[in-house]
């Protein structure tokens, strides 16, 4: 290893100029949990309040931990490595490191299980990015900020950025010497309505970690969920230093709402292609670097699409296959979504003969017809409930300029009903019973379900590893 990682003007580089091609995936569902990794309904807030309700505090709390511990340790970081892989980028929850209630007090035990990551991967050769995938308030409408509403209210409130200008502070101190960390990812896909916030607070988080590491380099992402630059200051390359700018290319063949099945077209490449090199323009033509931090097709389960499982993903693999071609030609690091979950996307997934998976199997049926995730849903069985809600709103607001509610086109009509009427409101509603599959356990049958998430205990999806097995290979400098 040759020291911190730095920018060479488009490229990732080590101490001694070698570039160093970042190939690696997301570690979702651990320190920021999400409902369709790990099976919950709603946001991680409300489930930690339930189980508390129903367990107590101390054994949610003993649950939660050991849901940590076994979700990744030494074991995962040898099989990621030994798919040629060398990057993890870590999804963390802002709520590890300080309280609502008790805000800018760091938590005792905030670095406990993250240390104990990086030191895993350090260990075997893998890089880490860690990336505050929730911030304070929510800075963006998903689930996946914790905040329970679709208002970023973190560009609302300035005490929610300086609580997150603090944080970075105390992450930057911890680590500042830690060479295996590829780098801080300060904010996963904001959501500034106005633009401006994000460049503000990109130059004051900036400041913020160079105050204490001067050494490591930073990833930030995009506007409006990592595709949109347009707000950014020319000068950007000079102002913020030792930068790459992320993006996150999801291609719409890799999901169940696609326009059409995949099936390698010259048209489908083309679109896939033009999709890709838009998200990425701005930066090129600043001669900036790029990194792709999220990007990944979904994938259909014996469970829920039955017999036609295995013709739906062999599309997705394709899909897999022909954007990781794209990403080669521009030696491109990139960051798949995600490593681990429970059989929708992760490169393992926990095993359907666990006791987690077992007793859940009922409530899983349930959300996947009701739709309740919003990431990757299949609506057919409730689309004509809120096809008449969207329905509504074009007839009574008929100014199409008026329905481009920001963050349009992200959000369209329908995207923005399914997040609010069918996401939000159904997701809140099955909390409560998802938490009473709890009620009455022991801490000895607490950590056996816990251990349902171990290496030991998932399956590999072999087809989505055989793939990125193959394109890791790709030599470190040009």
């Known amino acids: 290893m040759g020291g911190f990682l730095h920018v060479n003007k488009t490229r990732i580089v080590d101490e001694n100029g070698t570039e160093v091609v970042l190939r690696g995936a997301g570690l979702g569902g651990w320190m920021t949990m999400e409902n369709f990794i790990s099976g919950y309904p709603g946001c991680e807030f ?41 990057c993890i980028r870590i999804a963390v929850n802002y709520r590890h490191f300080e309280d609502d209630l008790n805000p800018r007090v760091l938590k005792p035990d905030g670095f406990k299980h993250l240390d104990r ?40 409130h300035k005490d929610f950025q300086d609580r997150l200008v603090w944080l970075w502070t105390e992450i930057a101190k911890h680590y500042r010497d830690e060479k295996w960390i590829a780098g801080y990812n300060p904010m996963n896909e904001p959501a500034d309505p106005h ?13 913020a970690i160079q105050s204490v590491d001067p050494h490591h380099m930073l990833f930030l992402d995009g506007n409006t969920y990592a595709t949109d630059f347009s707000g950014f200051p020319d000068d950007a390359g000079t102002r913020w230093s030792n930068a790459a700018y992320a993006i996150h290319d999801y291609s719409v063949y890799g999901f169940p709402d696609a326009p059409e099945p995949y099936a390698r077209t010259e048209g489908q490449r083309t679109r896939m292609q033009k999709s890709y090199k838009k998200k990425r323009a701005w930066m090129d033509e600043r001669g ?30 394709n899909v897999l296959n022909d954007q990781l071609q794209l990403y080669a030609q521009d030696r491109l690091s990139w960051s798949i979504w995600l490593y681990k979950d429970i059989g929708f996307q992760g490169m393992v997934h926990v095993s359907r003969d666990t006791p987690y998976m077992e007793l859940f199997r009922g409530f899983l049926q349930k ?38 509610l920001y963050p349009y086109p992200v959000w369209t009509v329908e995207g923005r009903v399914a997040r609010l ?32 998430f171990k290496f030991d205990n998932c399956a590999k999806r072999e087809g989505l590893n055989k793939i990125l097995r193959a394109h890791a290979q790709v030599r470190d400098s040009a």
């Open 195 to 207: 633009h401006s916030g994000l460049v503000k607070l990109y130059d004051r988080v900036y400041a």
């Open 421 to 452: 009427a069918r996401c939000m409101l159904i997701g809140e509603f099955l909390v409560r019973e998802w938490a009473e599959h709890f009620r009455g356990m022991s801490e000895e049958q607490l950590d056996k379900l816990a251990q349902s």
């Open 117 to 156: 990551a990086v030191a895993a991967c350090a260990k075997h050769g893998i890089y880490t990015i860690i990336d505050m995938h929730t911030a304070p308030g929510g800075q963006n409408g998903g689930w996946h900020s914790d905040a329970g509403t679709h208002i970023a209210n973190f560009w609302i």
């Open 288 to 317: 900036l670097c790029v990194w792709n931090g999220e990007w990944g097709p979904v994938y259909a389960r014996k469970d829920f699409e039955g017999d036609v499982m295995d013709e739906i993903n062999e599309r997705r693999y």
């Open 46 to 86: 409300q489930i930690r309040e339930a189980l508390a309700e129903v367990l107590g505090p101390q054994k949610s709390a003993y649950f939660f931990d050991k849901y940590l511990e076994h979700f990744f340790g030494e074991a995962d970081a040898v099989f990621f490595k030994s798919l040629g892989l060398n």
């Open 367 to 404: 959300k996947y017809r009701l739709a309740v995730d919003s990431w990757g849903a299949d609506d057919k069985f409730v689309r004509d409930i809120y096809r008449p809600i969207a329905q509504l709103i074009k007839d009574n607001v008929p100014s199409e300029e008026h329905r481009k």
